[in-house]
C-alpha cells in the first residue's frame, strides 16, 4: 500500500515539478534533462507582444468576469440562501448547470451565438461568455459561506440599534468578507484557466492566455510554455501557502508583541 | 423552529425575486440562448432535417468515436480511482503533517493550468523526453512511440482528473470514525473483508461521487486528447472542434454536441435522483 | 403595581400550528422574571416577540405603555444575550460592547472608554483587545452581557444564556449575572428549561407549557404551590397522587393507593367529588420499619434503592402506585431492596393540585 501510495505520489508531482528546470532549459525544442541552462526564455517571454499580449487579455477579462460574476451572484444567492419561495430549488439547480454543460457544447453556442451579436473575438464577447461559467463556481462556494452564517449575529446587531442596512455593512458584509474573496477568486481562477470556449471565441484581437498556450503547443510547442508554467505554478504555490504564511506570521507577531497594539489594522 | 424562521418570509414578498431577477436574465440570455441555438442549428444546417442526427448515430466513423470517448473514459475513470483510492488511504492514515503535504500537492496539482500539466506530459513523453532516454538506456534500440497516441493523452487525462477522485475519496474517508473501524476488528473483520465490509460500503459515496465527476468531466474533455491524442483515434469533443474549425460544418458540430448534452446530462440526472447535483461539486 | 411591560393576549399561529395561546403577563420595573419551560413550549417564541424577531398573530407588547408593535427590532432598546452569544467575530472585545454606542451616534472616544468601564463591571476588565475566538466561554458570556447592557436598554433579555457553559461555571455565572442585574436594576427576562437556574435566580417564574402560561409565581410558591399537575410535575421531584375530594371542610381526600389522605389547607376553592392531583414531594416522606403515631402511614414494596452518598432515593410501590422517597444517607441501612416498609407523612405535606 506504501509502496503504490509513493509511486502514485511520484506520478503526480513529477509534471509539476518538471517545468521549472525546463524553463531555465537552452535547448530549442523538448528536451529534458536539458542540456544547459540560461534565463533566455524568460527573456524571450518578457520582450515578446506575441505573449504578453494575451496574458494582458486574460487579467482584464478574468478580472471582468470576476466583477461581473460577483455583481450577479451575490444577491442571487442571498435570495437563495435566506428565502423560502416557490421554484427554488429549481433555480437551485439552474445555477449549476453552466458546470453541467461540456465546455464544447458551449463554445458551439457561443461561436454562433456571439457571431449573430457581432461580439465575437471581442474581450466583451469573451468576459460574457466566461461569466456564465464563473457562476456556478461562485456561487457554490458563496452559498456555502452563508449557509454557515450565524444569523443571531444580524439579530444581536439589530438589537442593539442598527438598521437593517447598518447591520449588513457593519456585521454580514465584513463577516462574509472571506468567503466573498474566495468566491470572487475561483470566478478569475476559472477565466483565467478556461481554454475550450476561448480558443473558439476570443479570436486574435481578444487571444487569452490559455488560447495562445494551446495554439503554441499545438503548432511548435515554444519553450517559453515552460516559462509561463513555471510562472502559473509560482502563482498556485503563492496562492496557497501564503495563508499558512500568514496566518503563522500573525500568530507569531500577536505572541511577541503585547495585546496593546490597535485593532484598527485587521 | 418558529425562531428562525424570518419575518420577512412569512409572507411572500419580492425581494428574493428582485435579488434573483438580474442573474436569472442572464443566464437565460448568454447560457440559454446560446445553448438552444446549437440546438437549433443542428436541425436547420446546412437545412431543415434530421440528417445531422441520423450520420451521427449511424455513421461508422462517429460511431467509433463515441465508442473510442466512452472506453476512454470508462478507463480513465478507472485509473483515477485505481491511483486515487490508494493515496487517499495512505493520506488518511499517516500522520497529520505528512497528510497536509499530500494534501498541497494534490490541491497544487489542482490548481495547476491543466495546459501546464498538458505540456509538461509533452516534455515527459516526448522523444527527448527523460522516459524515452529511460528506454534507450536499459536496451531499446528503437524505443516505442509514446507522444501523439491514445496511451500519452489517457496518461494525462488520468494526471489531470485523479486530483477530483483524491479529494472526494479522501473527504468522505475523513470523516469515518477510527472508533468504527476498530469495532469492526473487534469483531473479528480483518484483511480484505474489513475492507469488503465496511470500509468499502463506508467510502462508496465518495467513490461514487469521484467517478461520476471524472467519467463526465473526460467524455466532453477537448483540450488534453487534441494535443497529446492519436489524430487518428479522436474523441467526441475534438471531433466537434474539428468540424466547425476546419469543415465550418456547425450542423454537424451541433448535433455532435447535443448528443454529447444529451448523454452528459443524463448521467448527471441519475446522480441527481441519488444524490443531489450540489453535493456533486461541494 | 407599577406595570412596566405588558403582555396583552399575545397569539402566534403559524399555519395550522399555534405557538403561543392569549399570553398576558405583566413585568415590573426591575423584576427579574425567568420563562421556564421545556423546548417547544412557548418561551422562546415570546422572548422573540417581545424583542421584535417575530410578529404576534394577535396581541400587543406595551413597555410603560407604549405599544411596541410598529417598532423594528433596532428601535425598541431592547438587550438580547442569545444562547450562543453571537458576538461578532470580527470584533474586539471593546469593539463588541462599543457597537450599541456606535449605532446610537457616540463618538469612538468615549464610547470605547465607556465599554472599557462596562466589560470592568463585568469582571473583564483588561481583555478588551481579545477577540472573541482568544476568549473562554464564560468570558464570551461577559462581554455578551457587557454588550446587551451598555446602551441602559429599557429591557434586557437573556435566551438559554448558560446552556452551553459546564456545571461550575454555570453556577458562577448565575451568581454573576443576579449580581450585575442587581447592580443596574434593568427589568430582565431569563429564558431556560434549566429548573434549578430558574429556582436560584427569580424574582419570579412564569411557567410555559403547550404555548400558554401554567403558573406565574415566586420560586417558593410555584415550588410549594404548583397550580397545575404540569408544573408540579415539572418542578421538582414529585409523587403525583390522583385523587378525589372526599370532605372538603374536613381537609380530606380519597385515593385509591392510599386510602383516605388529610390535605394541607388550600386557599384554591375544591368541592366534594372534585378530581383533583395531590402532591407529596419525596423529601417530605419519611421511611420507617413501623408506623409513626400522628402521621399518615402506609405500606410500600421497595422495588429499587439509588445511592447518592449524602441522601438516597427509595422507589417502591404502595398498591399499584409508584412513590419516591428521599431519605438522608445514615437511614438507608434500615432497609434493603425487595423488602416491606412503612412510610409516612404529615398532612401539611400533601398539596392539593387544582387543575
Known amino acids: 500500500m506504501r509502496l503504490i501510495g509513493i509511486l502514485v505520489i511520484v506520478f503526480i508531482a513529477a509534471p509539476l515539478v518538471i517545468v521549472v528546470p525546463m524553463s531555465f532549459s537552452d535547448a530549442r525544442s523538448l528536451q529534458f534533462p536539458p542540456p544547459g541552462y540560461w534565463l533566455g526564455y524568460y527573456r ?37 440562501v435566506r428565502h423560502r419561495f416557490a421554484g427554488k430549488s429549481f433555480a437551485d439547480l439552474m445555477m449549476l448547470m453552466p458546470l453541467a454543460v461540456p465546455h464544447i457544447v458551449m463554445a458551439v453556442g457561443y461561436y454562433s451565438f456571439l457571431g449573430d451579436l457581432r461580439l465575437v473575438h471581442t474581450h466583451f464577447g469573451v468576459v460574457l461568455a466566461h461569466t456564465c461559467l464563473s457562476v456556478p463556481i461562485a456561487f457554490l462556494v458563496l452559498s456555502a459561506n452563508l449557509k454557515g452564517f450565524d444569523r443571531n449575529l444580524e439579530r444581536a446587531a439589530q438589537s442593539l440599534g442598527a438598521s437593517p442596512v447598518q447591520t449588513f455593512i457593519h456585521v454580514t458584509l465584513p463577516i462574509l468578507r472571506p468567503g466573498l474573496l474566495i468566491s470572487a477568486l475561483f470566478a478569475f481562477i476559472q477565466s483565467f ?74 | 423552529m418558529g425562531a428562525t424562521i424570518s419575518r420577512l418570509s412569512e409572507k411572500p414578498n419580492l425581494w428574493p425575486w428582485l435579488l434573483l431577477a438580474p442573474l436569472a436574465i442572464y443566464l437565460a440570455i448568454f447560457f440559454l440562448v446560446p445553448l438552444i441555438d446549437v440546438a437549433i442549428m443542428s436541425f436547420t444546417e446546412p437545412r431543415l432535417s434530421i440528417a445531422n442526427y441520423q450520420k451521427v448515430l449511424t455513421g461508422a466513423l462517429y460511431q467509433k468515436v463515441f465508442l473510442n470517448t466512452f472506453m476512454t473514459a470508462a478507463l480513465v475513470t478507472l485509473a483515477c480511482l485505481c491511483v486515487g483510492y490508494p493515496l487517499a488511504y495512505l493520506m488518511n492514515a499517516s500522520k497529520p503533517r505528512t497528510a497536509m503535504l499530500i494534501l498541497l500537492l494534490v490541491t497544487m496539482s489542482f490548481w495547476t493550468s491543466f495546459l501546464v500539466r498538458t505540456y509538461a506530459w509533452m516534455v515527459l513523453l516526448g522523444n527527448n523526453g527523460p522516459i524515452v532516454a529511460f528506454l534507450r538506456a536499459v536496451g531499446f534500440e528503437t524505443p516505442p512511440q509514446l507522444l501523439f497516441t491514445r496511451f500519452s493523452s489517457t496518461l494525462a487525462m488520468v494526471h489531470i482528473l485523479a486530483p477530483y477522485m483524491i479529494m472526494n475519496i479522501y473527504s468522505v474517508m475523513r470523516k469515518i470514525d477510527p472508533v468504527l473501524i476498530r469495532s469492526a476488528e473487534s469483531l ?59 469543415f465550418l460544418a456547425f450542423g454537424m458540430g451541433s448535433a455532435m454536441a447535443m448528443v454529447l448534452l444529451a448523454i452528459t446530462l443524463a448521467i448527471l440526472a441519475i446522480y441527481h435522483r441519488r444524490f443531489g447535483l450540489d453535493k456533486l461539486w461541494g | 403595581m407599577h406595570q412596566y411591560l405588558q403582555l396583552n393576549g399575545i397569539t402566534k399561529t403559524y399555519g395550522d400550528f399555534t405557538a403561543l395561546k392569549k399570553v398576558d403577563l405583566t413585568i415590573e420595573k426591575g423584576e427579574f422574571v425567568t420563562f421556564l419551560g421545556p423546548s417547544g413550549s412557548g418561551k422562546t417564541t415570546t422572548l422573540m416577540i417581545i424583542a421584535g424577531f417575530e410578529k404576534a398573530t394577535a396581541g400587543d407588547v406595551l413597555v410603560e405603555g407604549k405599544s411596541l408593535s410598529g417598532l423594528a427590532p433596532h428601535e ?59 476568549l473562554s466561554g464564560g468570558q464570551q458570556q461577559r462581554v ?37 442585574q442587581r447592580a443596574l436594576g434593568v427589568t430582565t427576562i431569563f429564558v431556560t428549561h434549566d429548573q434549578s437556574e430558574a429556582m436560584s435566580m427569580s424574582d419570579r417564574i412564569v411557567v410555559f407549557e403547550k404555548g400558554e402560561i401554567q403558573q406565574a409565581a415566586t420560586p417558593l410558591e410555584i415550588y410549594h404551590k404548583p397550580q397545575t399537575r404540569f ?16 370532605d372538603a371542610a374536613a381537609n380530606q381526600a380519597e385515593s385509591t393507593a392510599l386510602g383516605i389522605c388529610d390535605y394541607a389547607p388550600t386557599e384554591s376553592a375544591v368541592t366534594d367529588g372534585q378530581d383533583v392531583t395531590l402532591l407529596i414531594r419525596p423529601e417530605h416522606i419519611r421511611l420507617s420499619r413501623n408506623p409513626i403515631e400522628g402521621r399518615k402511614n402506609v405500606r410500600m414494596q ?37 423488602e ?7 398532612p401539611e405535606a400533601v398539596f392539593v393540585v387544582p387543575r
Open chain 3, 302 to 338: 421497595v422495588e429499587t434503592i439509588v445511592n447518592y452518598g449524602d441522601n438516597a432515593l427509595v422507589i417502591g410501590k404502595v398498591g399499584d402506585l409508584q412513590m419516591r422517597v428521599r431519605v438522608l444517607g445514615a437511614d438507608v441501612v434500615i432497609i434493603k431492596e425487595g
Open chain 3, 144 to 180: 455578551a452581557l457587557a454588550r446587551a447592557l451598555v446602551f441602559e436598554p429599557s429591557l434586557l433579555l437573556l435566551d438559554e444564556p448558560l446552556g452551553a457553559l459546564d456545571k461550575n461555571l454555570r453556577e458562577q455565572m448565575q451568581i454573576e449575572i443576579k449580581r450585575i
Open chain 3, 231 to 246: 408544573v408540579a410535575g415539572f418542578i421538582g421531584e414529585s409523587n403525583l397522587v390522583p385523587a378525589r375530594i372526599g
Open chain 2, 188 to 246: 473479528g473483520a480483518r484483511g480484505f473483508s474489513l475492507f469488503r465490509h465496511v470500509y468499502l460500503p463506508l467510502t462508496a459515496p465518495g467513490i461514487a461521487n469521484g467517478c461520476v465527476l471524472v467519467f463526465v468531466i473526460c467524455l466532453g474533455f477537448y483540450v488534453t486528447p487534441v494535443l497529446l491524442g492519436s489524430p487518428r483515434e479522436q474523441m467526441i469533443a475534438g471531433l466537434i472542434g474539428h468540424q466547425i474549425e476546419e
Open chain 1, 193 to 266: 484557466d478556461e481554454t475550450v470556449v476561448a480558443i473558439f471565441i476570443s479570436g486574435r484581437n481578444a487571444e487569452t492566455l490559455p488560447r495562445k498556450m494551446f495554439d503554441s503547443i499545438r503548432q511548435e510547442a515554444d519553450p517559453v510554455i515552460a516559462v509561463i508554467s513555471t510562472l502559473l505554478f509560482l502563482a498556485v504555490l503563492v496562492a496557497l501557502v501564503a495563508p499558512f504564511a500568514w496566518r503563522g506570521l500573525r500568530s507569531r507577531l500577536a505572541e511577541s508583541a503585547p495585546r496593546s497594539a490597535s485593532p484598527a489594522g485587521q
Open chain 3, 76 to 134: 425598541r432598546n431592547i438587550g438580547i444575550v442569545f444562547q450562543n452569544y453571537a458576538l461578532f467575530p470580527h470584533k474586539t472585545a471593546v469593539e463588541n460592547v462599543y457597537f450599541p454606542l456606535q449605532m446610537r451616534g457616540v463618538r469612538r472616544g468615549e464610547g470605547l472608554k465607556k465599554a472599557d468601564e462596562m466589560l470592568a463591571l463585568v469582571g473583564l476588565g483588561g481583555f478588551g483587545k481579545r477577540y472573541p475566538k482568544e
Open chain 3, 340 to 346: 416491606e416498609c412503612c412510610i409516612s407523612w404529615q
Open chain 1, 44 to 80: 524571450a517571454y518578457f520582450s515578446d507582444m506575441n505573449w504578453l499580449l494575451p496574458t494582458w487579455n486574460s487579467i482584464l477579462i478574468a478580472t471582468a468576469t470576476t466583477v461581473l460574476t460577483m455583481a450577479l451572484v451575490v444577491p442571487a444567492t442571498f435570495a437563495l
